[in-house]
């Protein structure tokens, strides 16, 4: 059974940071794509960063040079540290199984960001 698990949500004050994880199991990790995206309350899941099994990585262009997406393939954990943070990236970010051109069905439970003074 593939599980995702997330942690290092929380809330944080405008130009903070904080790093993202998720602990991943029941498949094999380095020989999968990973990304990250976010929803807000009544919206569609916006797609964030992706990083591939090369190691190489892309991201959505309101993140670049503020969010990093990382991997650890000995620990089978994803991780994105995001710095600058901004109100508006205030969401649920959902760890997936994937690139950026799957449905992102194959998700964690989602770690809640809070971005506000």
């Known amino acids: 059974e593939v599980q995702l698990v997330e942690s290092g949500g929380g809330l944080v004050q405008p130009g903070g940071s904080l790093k993202l994880s998720c602990v991943t199991s029941?498949?094999?990790?380095?020989?999968?794509?990973m990304s990250w995206v976010r929803q807000v309350p009544g919206k569609g899941l916006e797609w964030v960063a992706s990083?591939?099994?090369?190691?190489?990585?892309d991201y959505f262009d309101s993140v670049k040079d503020r969010f990093t997406i990382s991997r650890d393939n000995a620990k089978n954990t994803l991780y994105l540290q995001m710095i600058s943070l901004k109100p508006e990236d205030t969401a649920i970010y959902y760890c997936?199984?994937?690139?950026?051109?799957?449905?992102?069905?194959?998700r964690g439970q989602g770690t809640q960001v809070t971005v506000s003074s």
């Open positions: 029941g498949f094999t990790f380095r020989s999968n794509s």
């Open positions: 990083i591939y099994q090369t190691g190489n990585s």
């Open positions: 997936v199984k994937g690139g950026p051109y799957t449905d992102f069905s194959i």
